[in-house]
Nanobody, 126 residues
Framework: QGQLVESGGGSAQAGDSLRLSCASS????????MAWVRQAPGKERELVAA???????HYVSAVKGRFTISRDNANNMLYLQMNSLKLEDTAVYYC????????????????????WGQGTQVTVSS
């Protein structure tokens, strides 16, 4: 298993956009599924977006239409484009990866992911 390092977090105003990046020391093509997970202060972790090796994407309803997850296997990178940011998007965002295959019904289950980054803070203000 490799290491995952997130970047691109920071402060933004509501309505702005941010792009998070996740650099993997292992080949991202070795991961069946990769995901972005966030944790807001005082709340449990929430898986917001996932992308399978096939390229199929999955989103939690709160971000659907605003966030886009993508992976660049040639450069071992995972991205999260976040548009129309809202105050409630404030959280620490983690990159996660699953080396083993995950059945479709488990793609949005946090426990399906074994490799985690350290996280990057995103703060949205009005």
């Amino acid at each position: 298993q490799g290491q995952l390092v997130e970047s691109g977090g920071g402060s933004a105003q509501a309505g702005d956009s941010l792009r998070l990046s996740c650099a993997s020391s292992a080949r991202t093509s070795s991961y069946s599924t990769m995901a972005w997970v966030r944790q807001a202060p005082g709340k449990e972790r929430e898986l917001v977006a996932a992308i399978r090796r096939t390229g199929s994407t999955h989103y939690v309803s709160a971000v659907k239409g605003r966030f886009t997850i993508s992976r660049d296997n040639a450069n071992n990178m995972l991205y999260l484009q976040m548009n129309s940011l809202k105050l409630e998007d404030t959280a620490v965002y983690y990159c996660a990866a699953a080396p083993r295959g995950i059945i479709l019904s488990e793609v949005m289950n946090i426990d399906s992911y074994d490799v985690w980054g350290q996280g990057t803070q995103v703060t949205v203000s009005s």
